[in-house]
């Protein structure tokens, strides 16, 4: 385990090489905790191209509580579609903990949800340097009263390193649920309108 200033709690690890069925499983526990406490999720992916939000679809009933997802792969992306500050992307990197923050912030704004998840990273096998090798990955869960951002070095190839990286998002979003947020559940609000 590793830990970074600024970054909240901090993670490193081996590459897991998660299967996709071990995925929707950690999937199918999400949906079943957001829809007891009646919370809404959005996903704001890079190096993960869309797998957590494609992971979450994966289990029948998840628009119960995915309002949506954006992949924003490029730098331009971030900024327009989840309002990252050029600022913090220059001073930073798109591969940050504070990007990642932002991203998590922008897409929770841009759905209106009450917890977002963001993955931002070096998924390879290109693209690394010796300050963000390739890996290295950031995951940010923003939920009320709550922004927590974990840094995680992956060691496989890019398949791997982007299933790992899924994995890590939704650990991370089950931790900070069970830890927090709830509201009403979805079923009672329904009922009510």
Avoid at 64 to 74: D, F, H, P, S
Avoid at 77 to 91: F, H, I
Avoid at 98 to 125: E, H
Wanted: glycine content about 12%.
């Amino acid at each position: 385990m590793t830990s970074e200033p600024g970054s909240g709690r901090a993670a490193g690890s081996p590459a897991e090489d998660l299967s996709e069925s071990e995925l929707v499983e950690l999937a199918t526990q999400l949906q079943a905790l957001f829809l007891e406490r009646g919370l809404t999720l959005a996903t704001a992916e890079s190096c993960t191209g869309g797998l957590v939000a494609h992971t979450v679809t994966e289990v029948a009933g998840s628009s119960g509580y995915l309002r949506g997802g954006i992949v924003a792969y490029a730098d331009e992306a971030k900024e327009r579609l989840l309002d990252v500050p050029r600022d913090v992307l220059d001073a930073h990197g798109a591969v940050s903990a504070q990007v990642a923050r932002a991203m998590a912030d922008g897409a929770a704004a841009r759905f209106t949800t009450d917890v977002s998840v963001a993955v931002t990273g070096v998924a390879g096998p290109g693209g690394g340097s010796p300050a963000k090798p390739v890996g290295l990955t950031y995951v940010a869960v923003t939920a009320p009263s709550t922004n927590e951002v974990r840094r995680f070095l992956w060691t496989g190839d890019r398949a791997a390193n982007k299933r790992a990286s899924a994995g890590a998002a939704l650990r991370l979003l089950l931790e900070v649920v069970r830890a927090g947020p709830q509201r009403q559940p979805v079923a009672a609000k329904a009922g009510r309108e």
